[in-house]
């Protein structure tokens, strides 16, 4: 119950997350090499920490994301590409350890949102500006203008 | 006194029945006496809310464990502060601290609403009764706050150890001072659809509102995310957690908002746009509370083991948002759309910038909601983290930060690119040599740095070109320029302020991603290291004892030039042995606007420490730069036109200079 409380609450969501020593990569995980640590930060980055909410297992000190941030590590000083290691790393936990989701078909909505409501709302913007232009200009007919150059003639 | 808070809170949900009803009827039946009811039960509905959160606060401070959320959430042991603090630091109390901000505002209206029209007026509160009148039923069917223990707990299960922070006094109250005060905009919005006309007493209503819901928001984000960078340890200043972007969202939508509200109370273009976005941020709020409340964020699955609480908001948002909008469709065509303006000019620029603004709030939305539809749908988990939101809603803001100098400076109606760029010119000179100096004789800057820094420089010395040319820099003798600039409207100050802030808060954000830097490390007494010219010594380790926990103190020494200590910085491991919680206390030490940064990991057998370090420069400008966005948003609400009554106090005056009656 305690559990299910703290969770409903914005705050001690995240009390509940980032609870306990905040201390993700350790000295000991960290390869010798710069470039190739440096390489799999980057990688880390990009993986969830699957017994987290929202994690990055760089970020997580939970027992699974270090077990996952030491076999980037194994996989990058046996010669993998980044490609090579997040296949890898998807073939065996899912698509769930992304944080960025690919970018197919069943994820196209997702990617799709910012692109087509920025089309749909410029066109809309666009459209709607020309047909505004259109009634301002039409708001004179030959007729209003006949007699408006009436008025103005008598004077 | 805990009973009687029970009864208040019974009593206010009574009294906010008769709200949404009575003022409602009078309206459609042209009763003024059935309408007047609107103002004092309002009033009083606000004084049993708030007698009734006294009640709850009274239990806190005082320990009382025969009440339920007291005995889970409290400690006999704990500052008074945190005691206090504690009544709003869970589920039920934070709902409750909820509907009092609600009724409060409610109240205001009622206070201060003389000069808005009878039935606008009676309408509104009735709106704001409907919404008081859900919330408190949710309250006192599923997170009653006032539920007794029998027999009573010696003693409570302490408040989580995370929260005992100041943080917890300020980022709540504020961010629901924001999500509720956007209630009244939506609540003013729902009035006009439900008289189906907009008058210019509307506008002048709901623009002060936004700008001070606004500006709590903002200031509950800042507060929580600095909150967040201090407490939790790993220095991180924002996650795009769905619970983050739950708070970010009515924001976005809420400066733009803000931004159409001004074409609307100027050139009364944009109504129907407005008082849509009025209704599209406030349901944002109310998804908010669900997405936190309901615990679907969690899992679709723990939301569908224990759905009372989130049905319950799930029907409470499907009633306002869905009726709302259902009202928006059958009576928005009644009302007549406003002025016409040349597509560039100040309206144009303001349109841009709703479509920017709204783009990016559908973007976060989608990300947030879209694993939990899939999830719900085909049962397929995928998450949507950082790097999905660095891709999209990074390249939706570009251009438009790009744009934000040119807005203010362009004419209303019809406006002068070219002229505009031209003033500006100075601006851009002064952001590209920014960019070139960053790009070229900074070590190691990205693309992406140079790029940034330019364009957060742009920002600032875009906003100061406003202030400079409206007060005739360069075009009008010096005392003449000064007396300009002094007698410049508030709202221009509060414009070039938020503008500015924005600035600051970008430049923050890109000098701390692109040239921060990091060491972790193992640590015994007495070593030294050295990051990014900044030399530490460890000091040691020491046992402290605190009220409601022990700690492993690291100290630490930043070493000056000459070898002596210039100054001390310490974290802390706290252990918590009521929850059986550790804690890190980040060690941080503020020099110029960068910070140190020190978070301690775990000690070795031999005596070692592990320690990360990070130096984060300019860091403290991204809060900074929302403290002057506030300020933007204040100086804007004490602009003379703002302030509520204003215009018809001066036809007085001009009537009875007149000598007119």
Same mark, same amino acid.
């Given at each position: 119950m305690s559990l299910r409380r703290s969770l409903a609450s914005i705050l001690l969501l995240l009390a509940l997350l980032f609870a306990g020593t905040a201390m993700a990569v350790k000295p000991d995980e960290m390869l010798a090499d710069p470039v190739l640590e440096a390489r799999a930060r980057a990688l880390s980055e990009g993986l969830r920490c699957m017994v987290c909410q929202n994690q990055s297992i760089d970020e997580s000190d939970a027992d699974l994301a270090r077990d996952l941030r030491i076999l980037v590590r194994q996989r990058l000083v046996a010669g993998d590409t980044d490609q090579q290691v997040m296949d890898y790393v998807v073939s065996r936990y899912g698509e769930f350890v992304l944080l960025k989701p690919r970018l197919d078909l069943r994820n196209a909505l997702l990617w799709g949102t910012p692109v087509l409501l920025l089309l749909v709302g410029g066109i809309f913007i666009v459209l709607s500006a020309r047909s505004r232009r259109n009634l301002a200009t039409k708001s004179l007919s030959a007729e209003e203008q006949a007699s408006l150059d009436a008025i103005l003639r008598r004077d | 006194m805990v009973e009687t808070g029970h009864f208040a809170l019974v009593l206010a949900f009574a009294l906010s029945l008769v709200q949404m009803t009575v003022p409602l009827f009078g309206a459609r039946l042209g009763n003024q006496r059935l309408m007047a009811v609107g103002g004092p039960v309002t009033v009083a509905g606000f004084v049993l809310t708030a007698l009734s959160f006294a009640a709850l606060a009274s239990a806190y401070a005082s320990s009382d464990f025969s009440v339920a959320s007291v005995w889970e959430n409290s400690h006999s042991l704990q500052p008074l502060i945190y005691k206090l603090t504690g009544t709003w630091g869970n589920h039920e109390g934070s709902m409750l601290l909820w509907v009092l901000i609600l009724t409060f505002f409610g109240a205001l209206v009622a206070a201060f %609403?003389?000069?808005?029209p009878a039935t606008l007026r009676a309408n509104v509160l009735a709106v704001q009764g409907a919404i008081g009148a859900a919330f408190f039923l949710f309250i006192l069917l599923?997170?009653?706050?006032?539920v007794r223990l029998n027999p009573a707990p010696i003693e409570g299960r302490d408040l989580n150890p995370v929260l005992q922070d100041l943080g917890l006094a300020v980022h709540p109250p504020l961010l629901y001072l924001g999500y509720v005060g956007f209630s009244i905009c939506f609540s003013f919005s729902v009035a006009a659809l439900i008289e189906g006309r907009i008058d210019a007493s509307w506008a002048r209503w709901v623009r002060p509102w936004t700008l001070l819901a606004w500006m709590f928001l903002t200031g509950g984000i800042a507060m929580g995310s600095y909150w967040a960078y201090y407490e939790l340890?790993?220095? %991180?200043?924002?996650?795009?957690d769905p619970v983050e972007n739950a708070s970010f969202m009515p924001w976005l939508a809420g400066t733009a908002l803000l931004h159409s509200a001004i074409v609307m109370e100027k050139r009364s273009a944009l109504k129907i746009w407005t008082l849509l976005l009025a209704i599209l941020t406030f349901s944002l709020s109310l998804l908010g509370t669900f997405l936190v409340r309901s615990g679907?964020?969690?899992s679709v699955h723990a939301f569908a083991s224990d759905p009372t609480r989130g049905v319950f908001i799930l029907g409470i948002l499907t009633l306002f948002i869905g009726g709302s909008l259902a009202l928006f469709a059958l009576r928005a065509s009644r009302l007549t759309a406003g002025g016409l303006f040349h597509p560039i000019s100040r309206e144009g620029a303001l349109v841009l910038n709703n479509l920017f603004l709204t783009t990016a709030t559908a973007t976060v939305l989608v990300g947030t909601l879209y694993p939990l539809a899939l999830e719900a749908l085909t049962g397929d988990k995928i998450s949507v983290g950082a790097p999905f939101f660095d891709l999209t809603f990074g390249p939706l803001m570009l251009p438009l930060l790009v744009l934000v100098p040119f807005g203010p400076l362009l004419a209303w109606k019809r406006g002068d690119v070219f002229a505009v760029a031209q003033r500006l010119m100075a601006a851009f000179a002064i952001a590209l040599t920014a960019m070139l100096v960053t790009g070229l004789f900074i070590d190691g800057a990205s693309v992406f740095a140079a790029l940034g820094i330019g364009l957060a420089v742009w920002l600032v010395a875009g906003a100061l070109t406003d202030l400079a040319v409206k007060s005739g820099v360069g075009s009008v003798a010096p005392a003449i320029m000064f007396r300009r600039f002094a007698g410049l409207p508030r709202s221009v100050f509060g414009t070039a302020l938020a503008h500015l802030g924005l600035g600051l808060t970008l430049l923050g954000i890109v000098a701390t991603l692109s040239f921060g830097t990091e060491k972790i490390l193992s640590m015994r007494a007495g070593d030294t290291v050295e990051l990014s010219g900044h030399r530490l010594r460890f000091v040691g380790l020491y046992p402290a004892q605190g009220p409601n926990y022990s700690e492993d103190r690291g100290r630490f020494e930043l070493i000056g030039a000459s070898g002596s200590p210039v100054g001390e910085i310490s974290s802390a491991k706290r252990f918590f042995p009521v929850r059986q919680t550790m804690t890190t206390e980040s060690g941080i030490k503020t020099l110029g606007f960068s910070q140190l940064y020190i978070s301690l990991g775990d000690a070795g057998k031999d005596g070692s420490v592990v320690v990360r370090l990070w130096w984060k420069p300019l860091v403290t400008l991204i809060w900074g730069g929302g403290l002057v966005m506030m300020a933007g948003a204040a100086m804007s609400l004490m602009d003379r036109r703002l302030r509520v009554g204003a215009p018809s106090r001066r036809r007085k005056q001009a009537l009875a200079s007149a000598g007119l009656p």
């Open positions: - | %609403g003389s000069n808005l599923t997170s009653n706050p006032f340890g790993w220095g %991180g200043f924002w996650f795009w679907v964020l969690t």
